[in-house]
């Protein structure tokens, strides 16, 4: 049987909702947070990342700092 493989290109900057046509939502106050039905079961997460926000929440939630969070996670921005 035939594979089609597809080439995604990611933007400099993860974030832009234009730039990944997956996206099913994105979530009106918060530019950096998508879902996609395909990935992480349609869990938020951020954009450009298979990093869900319930992690990173959780995360916080327990105590960790934010720059503890950004450290653990490298491909994070404050600016996410």
Excluded: C, W
């Excluded at 993860?14 to 530019?31: C, I, R």
């Excluded at 450009?48 to 929440?57: D, K, L, P, Q």
Aim: net charge negative; hydrophobic share 30%.
């Amino acid at each position: 049987s035939d594979t089609a493989s597809r080439e995604v290109s990611k933007p400099a900057l993860p974030g832009a909702a234009e730039d990944y046509p997956e996206q099913t939502k994105v979530y009106e106050d918060y530019d950096h947070i998508v879902s996609a039905e395909g990935t992480l079961g349609g869990k938020p997460r951020i954009s450009g990342t298979r990093i869900s926000v319930e992690v990173i929440a959780s995360t916080f939630m327990t105590g960790s700092s934010i720059e503890n969070i950004l450290e653990y996670y490298p491909d994070l921005t404050t600016e996410m």
